[in-house]
């Protein structure tokens, strides 16, 4: 699986797997988390999956506001709308960003300074979607600001 915050566009994950590893898995599935405008989200609305090729498939959970995002329950809740899968072979791929400080980033060196100290402060997503650590391949990307 491959977590993504756009479900239109391939994952920065996968792009880096298929770069460096040059494997395409068997199945692929593209997860999207999302937070919605209401306070619960019933069990029936919470996920969405689409075969979009005999390789790939898109699934969409969704959350409400006052819900803690929690992949593995949403994964239960599919499993009982029909779609077959086993956890204990799934791995879970997940983009990192290391921020550096850009040689021109045209803000003062404190505000670049400060918004990185707060992007590594950040909580990761492994355990802000509760998604088992031991299933989780974290691919990292450097970004310049």
Same mark, same amino acid.
């Given at each position: 699986?491959?977590?993504?915050?756009? !479900?239109?566009?391939? $994952?920065? *994950?996968?792009?880096?797997?298929?770069?460096?590893?040059?494997?395409?898995?068997?199945?692929?599935?593209?997860?999207? &988390?999302?937070?919605?405008?209401? $306070?619960?989200?019933?069990?029936?609305?919470?996920?969405?999956?689409? @075969?979009? *090729? !005999?390789?790939? =498939?898109?699934?969409?959970?969704?959350?409400?506001? /006052?819900?803690?995002?929690?992949? $593995?329950?949403?994964?239960? =809740? #599919?499993?009982?709308?029909? %779609? &077959?899968?086993?956890? /204990?072979?799934?791995?879970?791929? &997940?983009?990192?960003? +290391?921020?550096?400080? #850009? #040689?021109?980033?045209? /803000? !003062?060196? %404190? @505000?670049?300074?400060?918004?990185?100290?707060?992007?590594?402060?950040?909580?990761? #997503?492994? +355990?802000?979607? @509760?998604? !088992?650590?031991?299933?989780?391949?974290?691919?990292?990307?450097?970004? +310049?600001?």
């Amino acid at each position: 699986m491959f977590l993504t915050s756009d !479900p239109e566009s391939a $994952p920065t *994950s996968l792009l880096h797997n298929l770069k460096h590893n040059k494997i395409l898995h068997e199945k692929n599935v593209v997860l999207t &988390v999302s937070t919605g405008d209401t $306070p619960r989200v019933s069990d029936k609305d919470r996920v969405h999956v689409e @075969q979009l *090729s !005999p390789r790939f =498939i898109r699934v969409s959970m969704k959350f409400g506001y /006052m819900e803690t995002p929690n992949v $593995p329950r949403g994964l239960a =809740i #599919a499993r009982k709308h029909g %779609w &077959v899968f086993d956890i /204990m072979s799934t791995s879970f791929f &997940v983009s990192r960003r +290391s921020i550096k400080v #850009a #040689a021109q980033s045209g /803000m !003062p060196i %404190w @505000q670049d300074q400060l918004f990185i100290a707060l992007a590594r402060n950040a909580y990761d #997503a492994t +355990s802000y979607f @509760q998604i !088992p650590t031991g299933r989780v391949v974290e691919v990292g990307t450097q970004v +310049s600001v």
